[in-house]
């Protein structure tokens, strides 16, 4: 196993927060990507919203030459404007943990410029063609 996914795991192993969102992530993820996980949705009662709104507004943020398969095929990647570490929280019934997660600080960005981005504030604004 790589040095990397050696601090992933300790990292979820002894950091509530990073689990936590970790787990947040990879539902949200599923229910996007695999429809049979759309029954199981727990996180839309903590967040305040459903599926069909995060879609909604994911579509409307995808760069020009991007589609939703793009998502789909994870040359998109769904970013927090303002990053995660901006936020102060410690469990899902915190205000901050629901402004993280809300539909208005969520969006999608071409896979290369999100890792550029990091947990940077810069805000990117993607017009050209497919990176």
């Given amino acids: 196993m790589s040095y990397y996914n050696d601090y992933q795991n300790n990292r979820y192993k002894n950091d509530e927060r990073f689990r936590l969102d970790r787990n947040i992530s990879r539902s949200i993820r599923r229910a996007l990507k695999y429809s049979k996980y759309n029954r199981d949705n727990h996180w839309e009662l903590v967040l305040g919203y459903t599926i069909k709104d995060l879609k909604i507004r994911l579509l409307s943020t995808i760069p020009a030459g991007y589609t939703w398969q793009d998502y789909l095929e994870c040359r998109l990647e769904l970013d927090h404007i303002v990053p995660i570490k901006f936020y102060e929280y ?27 981005k990091g947990g940077s504030l810069n805000s990117f604004v993607v017009k050209t063609e497919c990176l």
């Fill in 90 to 116: 410690t469990d899902i019934s915190n205000n901050e943990f629901k402004k993280c997660w809300s539909l208005d600080n969520l969006r999608l960005l071409p896979k290369k410029i999100h890792r550029i």
